[in-house]
């Protein structure tokens, strides 16, 4: 079974501290990772995949396949990171099916407090 | 251009009664998802279509929940028989094709069930 695990439900830093969100998942296959966040009143959106090793707003995640995590980072936390974050898996099975479902975590409430 | 969009907003409707909650995908995109997001529960998966094949509905929790989707468009997940446990928001996303594409969600539909 397919697992997607974010331990801390609730997250509180100040502006300018770094900032980590943890994700560990489980998955039978070639996982595919992503990031969505949901700022308060807007919709869930995608923040980065693994795949394309990008950086946006400032945030990074690295998949690290022996630890099954891909935790989300951002050195210095700013007011308008605060919002939910979601961690998400895909990707392709062992037995060679795809899985085009998201699986998500529980979510992360991260508040950045001034 | 236009995003997903979704109809109603928020429904609230008494225990036992049908309802039909309707989702527009992004013009062009083949692949239709739909999501519930519930307090304790997080995003789960329910149903998943692309283009003409079957739709994937391994996610549906009983058998009152149905979807279609006609024309490869539009899509309605219908809720029979509603219950108080079926009270949460549902999403709808859609992507260009099925794959590690982004995925693009709706504002969500509302559901309570009195």
């Known amino acids: 079974a397919q697992r997607v695990t974010q331990p801390e439900k609730l997250l509180s830093v100040f502006k300018g501290a770094p900032v980590e969100l943890k994700c560990n998942y489980s998955y039978s296959g070639s996982p595919e990772l992503f990031w969505y966040v949901q700022y308060s009143r807007q919709r869930l959106q995608l923040l980065l995949r693994?795949?394309s090793r990008e950086s946006i707003k400032g945030f990074t995640a690295d998949l690290n396949k022996g630890e099954t995590s891909f935790h989300l980072k951002k050195p210095f936390a700013q007011e308008e990171d605060s919002a939910m974050y979601y961690c998400?898996?895909?990707?392709?099975?062992?037995?060679?099916?795809?899985?085009?479902?998201?699986?998500f975590g529980k979510g992360t409430l991260l508040t950045v407090n001034p | 251009g236009a995003g997903v969009s979704q109809s109603p907003s928020n429904k609230v409707t008494e225990k036992g009664k049908d309802v039909e909650l309707r989702c527009d995908p992004i013009?062009?995109?083949?692949?239709l998802y739909w999501y519930r997001q519930s307090l304790g529960q997080g995003l789960e998966f329910l149903i998943y279509?692309?283009?003409?094949?079957?739709?994937?509905k391994s996610g549906l929790p009983s058998d009152r929940f149905s979807a279609e989707r006609t024309g490869g468009s539009v899509s309605t997940l219908t809720i029979q028989r509603t219950q108080q446990e079926d009270s949460a928001v549902y999403l709808c996303a859609s992507s260009f094709t099925a794959g590690a594409y982004e995925q693009y969600f709706g504002p969500g539909t509302r559901l309570t069930v009195t």
């Open positions: 693994h795949i």
């Open positions: 279509f692309q283009g003409n094949s079957a739709p994937d």
């Open positions: 998400a898996l895909s990707g392709t099975l062992n037995s060679g099916g795809s899985n085009y479902k998201l699986t």
């Open positions: 013009s062009g995109h083949t692949a």
